[in-house]
């Protein structure tokens, strides 16, 4: 009797043995596989001194990932089963912060992320957040969502003089992150929220995903202008940037700008538009460029042949454009000047003969347009050509071809510091003895400016052209019509709803004027890249002597449903 019921017992608890056991070896397999990370130094690109926050960076991401998943990290690159590798970039006082997980064998392609801080202090709400980004998309860890705008660190002891509060420590402790960034810095202040999220952009719908953005070095100059294309026929995009008197034609290693090329136009002569089209068809673009000599355009076109820049016209009298014309593709756009106004009534399809531009048919827009405040597409398909244009008042319009207005936006966008027209600093200099008042009023008379391009491309690929635009944030600029400044900016993409225009996406406030950009799609893929030429400035009235400027890089996927 007795054995028998041993015997039960032992038949009850021995799938438990079994189960306890076999658990046991599980937890013991899953331990000889904990896969193991390397994290190289993050790549640090800023004007000012922020080299403490490579290895800072290092030791966060790796506190932060070990304890959030069951990566075990480790120094041999060699032997890791995963790489991360980042970059920190400072714009102004924001920082934001690029970081790509690389598996050793290739069986999943780079995963990348983006999170941003509004200045060193939200450095570590901005760690946080990368590294549950990280650990839940790439290693698919379940955490608690990550808390964004909370401060880091315990609030600022009050000032001296000022009342202590009731039961408040005696003393307050930093977040011991803070050892890692600035060991030697104490805390003087709470730290302001931080806004970021996983990518570069905000989306009102899901259709296109953003992968953050990469930034090159900081350029000696102002760009006017730039413009993507494949320039040498390579079949890798190059960049052009415009100066005030000079093109530039820069190879992309990496995120480094390599010159190769360069275009000098005379010092009376300033740069208005220029881009980069191919419209032989031999592979490689040619550079179309517009510019001024007080009140008389400049036309020209250059291409690389043989190591070098060849003119295929120069100094011809016209204002031009390349752009997209439904049913005929790219034309050369032009539109001539008189001797009291910046422009003629008219934009005509342009055409090179001989060396010389010869005029053609007329567009089908309204007289009151100029070459370069409007593009032309068939934003609904039915056959019928849309005109979409900035007016004056920086308004973003739909018009039909006859110039009847479908739609006009509520918001600003546009916004340039390019112009005609204006008087010269000799013209100011001579008058400034007899009325300074009228002279001071005079310095922005009767400018014209030339707004940024409108760029026509299918954003969300339903075989149906969309808008993306600019949208320089300034209030001032808008109600002192002479005293133009932009110290920020966004990039939109927009739909067209049947009734309007609709926001698909737009990036994050970019600090800085943005001068110019361009939307290039890579063939046969899903694969975009957004490039923004953007004036660094610190201070509102930098941008009238701006010497620093840079290339921002957006990489896009247009997958439909990307980014859900």
Known sequence: MNFLKGHIKLSLFLPVFILVFSMAGQQGARAEAAK????????VHAQKDISFLEDAMRNMMASRLAANTSLQVIEEAGRADYLLEGAITAIGNSLSINAKIITRDGSRPPATYYASAASENDIITA??????????????????????????TAPSAPAMGQPVAPNAPAFQTAHPDRAFIRPAAPVTQAMAPA????????????????????????????????????LDGDGIDDIV?????????????????????????????????????DFNGNGAAEIYISAVAGNRPSAMAVEWQQGKFNYLFQNQRWYIKPLTAPGRGMILAGQQATVNAPFMAGVFDLSVVDGQLVKGEALPVPDDINVFSFALADLDGDGATEVITINESDKLNVLMASGKQLWQSDDFFGGSLRYLGGRSMAQRR?????????????????????????????INNDNLPDVVVN?????????????????SGEIHGLVWSGIGLTELWRTKK????????????????NQASL?????????WMDMLSAKDSTVLIYPLDLSPGAGK
């Open 195 to 230: 806004q970021m999220g996983s990518a570069a952009f905000v989306r009102s719908t899901a259709i296109t995903a953003a992968l953050g953005f990469s930034k090159t070095q900081n350029l000696k100059m102002a760009i006017q202008d730039i413009s993507v294309a494949d």
């Open 531 to 539: 490039y923004v030429g953007l004036i660094i400035n610190s201070g």
């Open 127 to 152: 760690v946080d957040l990368l590294a549950a980004n990280i650990s839940q998309q790439s290693f698919a860890i379940k955490m608690a969502p990550a808390r964004t705008g909370q401060p880091t």
């Open 241 to 277: 940037v415009a100066a005030k008197n000079q093109i530039l034609a820069f190879h992309l290693n990496g995120t480094r700008l390599a010159r190769f090329g360069t275009i000098s136009l005379p010092s009376s002569q300033k740069i208005i538009s220029m881009a980069a089209v």
């Open 36 to 43: 193991t990370i390397h994290i190289k130094p993050f790549a």
């Open 471 to 487: 949208k320089n944030l300034s209030t001032a600029s808008r109600v002192l019509k002479n005293m133009r400044s932009y110290p």
């Open 510 to 525: 970019i600090d800085g004027y943005v001068a110019s950009y361009d939307f290039r799609k890579m063939p046969g893929t």
């Open 430 to 458: 001579s008058g400034r003895d007899k009325n300074p008042v009228v002279e001071q009023n005079d310095m922005s008379r009767d400018k014209t400016y030339i707004p940024s391009r409108i760029i026509i491309t299918d």
